[in-house]
Structures are given as C-alpha cells and as structure tokens.
C-alpha cells in the first residue's frame, strides 16, 4: 500500500514560488492517480489539481489554472506541485492523495482518493 509523505511548504511573499513534493512508499506507483488538495482555517477542503497515473493528463481548477502545475516521476515515486505567483488567498494547508486506479484517470474529488499524505503548511503573505 502506498503510503505519502509531503515537503516543500513553507512562507513566501506574494507573487513567489514554492514546489511541494509528495514522495510514496511501494512500487506500484505508476498505478495511482494523483492529486493535490488544500484546506484553509474554516473552509472546505479544495481541490487543487490531479494528474493520471502515467502523467499523460493534469486537470486545475480556474482558481489556480495558469499558475500551478503538477507533476509526476514515477521512476522516483514522487509528484509534484510547482506553485507560481503565489497569492494570500493560497493560503492554506497542503494535501497530496493518491487512490489506485485501473486506467488513466483525473480524479477531483476528495472523496474519490482514499490515501492521503499528512499536508504541508503554504503561508503567503502580501
């Protein structure tokens, strides 16, 4: 079973960059889909982006389309989250999620991955 382990967040002034790094366990990696969630003190959980398992396809919603962009080495079982021009309103608690898929997937709900990494703090300041 794949397990997540996150790094990569941190504080950066608005406009900067960050890349968070979501490594896993096992050898079946190629095998999950990936996404990347984030949650904000007294908001929902959002969806950030997913990439299939291959890495052939990516889905962002508008909110960070343009400026985000995930990624995947399979060879080092690790996907990535490249963060550009950061706002304040990116505020918020990182999370990677995987679930094990037959085919090449984009999932974008939360409730569709069922393992989770234990999220990585990203503070934008203004």
């Known amino acids: 079973q794949v397990q997540l382990v996150e790094s990569g967040g941190g504080l950066v002034q608005a406009g900067g960059s960050l890349r968070l790094s979501c490594t896993a366990s096992?050898?079946?990696?190629?095998?999950?889909?990936m996404g990347w969630f984030r949650q904000a003190p007294g908001k929902e959980r959002e969806f950030v982006a997913a990439?299939?398992?291959?890495?052939?396809?990516?889905y962002y919603p508008d909110s960070v389309k343009g400026r985000f962009t995930i990624s995947r080495d399979n060879a080092r079982n690790t996907v990535y989250l490249q963060m550009n021009s950061l706002k304040p309103e990116d505020t918020a608690v990182y999370y990677c999620?995987?679930?094990?898929?037959?085919?090449?997937?984009?999932?974008?709900?939360?409730?569709?991955?069922?393992?989770w990494g234990q999220g990585t703090q990203v503070t934008v300041s203004s």
């Open positions: 999620a995987a679930r094990w898929v037959f085919i090449e997937s984009i999932l974008v709900n939360q409730y569709e991955y069922d393992l």
């Open positions: 096992g050898r079946t990696f190629s095998t999950y889909a």
């Open positions: 990439i299939s398992r291959s890495g052939g396809s990516t």
